[in-house]
């Protein structure tokens, strides 16, 4: 069973950045999809980023620019640099593993399981 720790979150002023980081404590060397998603009370998860391998990457519109996915799997981390961040980006963010069986997408239905998040607050 994958476990998933994020950390990294905080309040920034708009414009400013912060990265995230992920440790999942079982990482292999093959291709396997990893997710960034979000989600605000009340509302449903939006996925933010996904990566696959070393040639995968998708970003959710909202974020195209702004915001880069990297893992390193042999430090079993995931990581999310997000720049010029904005009021909208507010949020609790997770990392997840992709579901077995879906494809490498930004689809809610794609993430497995995931870990307890941490927050980001954007004014």
């Known amino acids: 069973h994958v476990q998933l720790v994020e950390s990294g979150g905080g309040s920034v002023q708009a414009g400013g950045s912060l990265t995230l980081s992920c440790v999942v404590s079982t990482y292999t060397k093959s291709r396997y ?62 990392c997840a593993k992709a579901r077995p069986g879906y494809a490498c997408s930004l689809q809610p239905a794609a993430f497995g399981s995931w870990g307890q998040g941490t927050q980001v607050t954007v004014s």
Not at 66 to 92: H, V
């Open 33 to 94: 999809c990893m997710h960034w998603f979000r989600q605000v009370p009340g509302k449903e998860r939006e996925g933010v980023s996904a990566v696959e391998g070393i040639a995968f990457t998708t970003y959710a519109e909202s974020v195209k620019g702004r915001f880069t996915i990297s893992q390193d799997s042999d430090k079993n981390m995931l990581y999310l640099q997000m720049d010029r961040l904005r009021p909208d980006d507010t949020g609790i963010y997770y």
